[in-house]
């Protein structure tokens, strides 16, 4: 059984429902597992899917459900992924979509996997800045990982942060360095 902090309505039950008792407890049947919890108060908040239902199923079936990056052949757990990303203005066009499964897709928003271009021309590169399936080295990309990370947490968007670390060379080895010299091209002009 899992507990959500705050006040709650309701007790959520698999095998009974929803009742009005004000129960400090979410959970499913024996299992336990937490499903989320009501907040006294809150707006009521509807599940959305930001990319239309149609558009979604165009997509996994243009891909045929499988993940595109080269050589992964997973074809469950896949999702869309918007390559010209929504918070820097990328919209719903089937070409600004691809099927990722959720490794990659995790990869991706982790700075680990760039993806560029369109889905009819993906290009596909690892953290340190080589094309995807050839010989990466684990130390570069570790770092350059670590660097997009850091930008992000210092509240620069995605795309921004892999601009900017993808117009700094392959032998600048130091984390502090290669964040200094992010920093410097993501300053204004």
Known sequence: MAECDGQHIGHVDAHVGVRDDATARVHVGAVGVAI??????????????????????????RDGGKCRVPG?????????????????GGDHDPQNLITLCGAHHRAVHQGRLIITGTTSSPQFFHADGTSYGSVVSPAVADVRAKAFQALRGLG???????????????????????IRQALRELAPQ
């Open 72 to 88: 992964c052949r997973h074809a469950v757990f896949t999702e869309p992924h918007h390559i010209g990303l929504r918070s820097e």
């Open 156 to 178: 620069f968007r995605e795309g921004d942060a892999k601009r900017a670390l993808v117009k700094i060379p392959n032998t600048v080895s130091t984390l502090e360095q290669l």
């Open 36 to 61: 989320g919890c009501a907040h006294v108060g809150a707006a009521s908040v509807r599940a959305t899917q930001t990319i239309p239902p149609a558009t979604r199923r165009a997509i996994l079936r």
